[in-house]
T-cell receptor
Framework: AQSVTQPDIHITVSEGASLELRCNYS??????LFWYVQSPGQGLQLLLK??????LVQGIKGFEAEFKRSQSSFNLRKPSVHWSDAAEYFC????????????FGAGTQVVVTP | SAVISQKPSRDICQRGTSLTIQCQVD?????MFWYRQQPGQSLTLIAT?????????ESGFVIDKFPISRPNLTFSTLTVSNMSPEDSSIYLC?????????????FGSGTRLTVV
């Protein structure tokens, strides 16, 4: 069965500290991988995506993610967190052979403290 | 990337009534997706809407409860019928976005529905 796991429901990080959000997936083949951010009361914004090629992907707002096939993981990182990064982060996977539905993880709520 | 306008942004509705949510895209897209995000939960796909054909519903969602229209390549509606408090959620539309190479999926800002 296909699944996306975000082990951390809630993370608190100090402003300026580094952040890593974990994502593991179970899928028939290597899927397309996405990270989205949802700020309070907002829709979803795409941070970055992995389709193929370089396994280290750069995204917007200073985020990056690394695809590790052997670990079925796609962890999101940011070297220095800003207060505006407080939000909910969702990892998602989608099929590679056609446009289709995304399967989302449960999300990780990030709180940034001064 | 594609720009999605979703209306209304929020609404408070009486139980037993219906609400129609509109999703307008600024470019033609083949597939549109409707998701539900229940309070404190992740997103769950309700259905996929292709122009010119019936929507395809995911397990647990039925057409009578969530009828969908897709009259053209830039517009879709989702109706939440005979609402109950359990339908209180954020409803989001999404499209495949090919405006940039392998862009991914773009989401509307969502409709926050409260049923009282």
């Amino acid at each position: 069965a296909q699944s996306v796991t975000q082990p951390d429901i809630h993370i608190t990080v100090s402003e300026g500290a580094s952040l890593e959000l974990r994502c593991n997936y179970s899928y028939g083949a290597t899927p397309y991988l996405f990270w989205y951010v949802q700020s309070p009361g907002q829709g979803l914004q795409l941070l970055l995506k992995y389709f193929s090629g370089d396994t280290l992907v750069q995204g917007i707002k200073g985020f990056e993610a690394e695809f590790k096939r052997s670990q079925s993981s796609f962890n999101l990182r940011k070297p220095s967190v800003h207060w505006s990064d407080a939000a909910e982060y969702f990892c998602a996977v989608g099929p590679t052979d056609s446009w289709g539905k995304l399967q989302f993880g449960a999300g990780t709520q990030v709180v940034v403290t001064p | 990337s594609a720009v999605i306008s979703q209306k209304p942004s929020r609404d408070i509705c009486q139980r037993g009534t219906s609400l129609t949510i509109q999703c307008q895209v600024d470019s033609q897209v083949t597939m549109m997706f409707w998701y539900r995000q229940q309070p404190g939960q992740s997103l769950t796909l309700i259905a996929t809407a292709n122009q010119g054909s019936e929507a395809t519903y995911e397990s647990g969602f039925v057409i009578d409860k969530f009828p969908i229209s897709r009259p053209n390549l830039t517009f879709s509606t989702l109706t939440v019928s005979n609402m109950s408090p359990e339908d209180s959620s954020i409803y989001l539309c999404s499209v495949e976005d090919e405006t940039l190479e392998a862009e991914g999926y773009t989401f509307g800002s969502g409709t926050r529905l409260t049923v009282v």
